[in-house]
Nanobody, 117 residues
């Protein structure tokens, strides 16, 4: 069984920064594309950023230049550094692991990020 545990969310003022962390249990981390998704109230869940086991990254246009995804394979942890936060970034952020070999998805419980003055 794979468990993903997110941390690092909270309330921040516009222009501020937060770093989200997602710790993965089990032995799948090295074989998974890790991603951060977000879901704002009344909107569909969307991909913010993803990173392959070798470190290749993808960032959504809405966060490019402000957010950076990274991973530490030795610690089974993926991070999302969020800078220059905007009210539009307010959402629940979910960690996702997609196993390359079979396409199975695992999700964390989500962490709330609120950007407000």
């Amino acid at each position: 069984q794979v468990q993903l545990v997110e941390s690092g969310g909270g309330l921040v003022q516009p222009g501020g920064s937060l770093r989200l962390s997602c710790a993965a249990s089990g032995s799948i981390f090295s074989f998974a594309v890790m991603g951060w998704y977000r879901q704002a109230p009344g909107k569909q869940r969307e991909l913010a950023a993803s990173i392959t086991p070798s470190g290749s990254t993808t960032h959504a246009d809405s966060v490019k230049g402000r957010f950076t995804i990274s991973r530490n394979n030795a610690k089974n942890t993926v991070y999302l550094q969020m800078n220059s936060l905007e009210p539009e970034d307010t959402a629940v952020y979910y960690c996702n692991a997609k196993i390359i070999l079979n396409g199975r998805d695992f999700w964390g419980q989500g962490t709330q990020v609120t950007v407000s003055s």
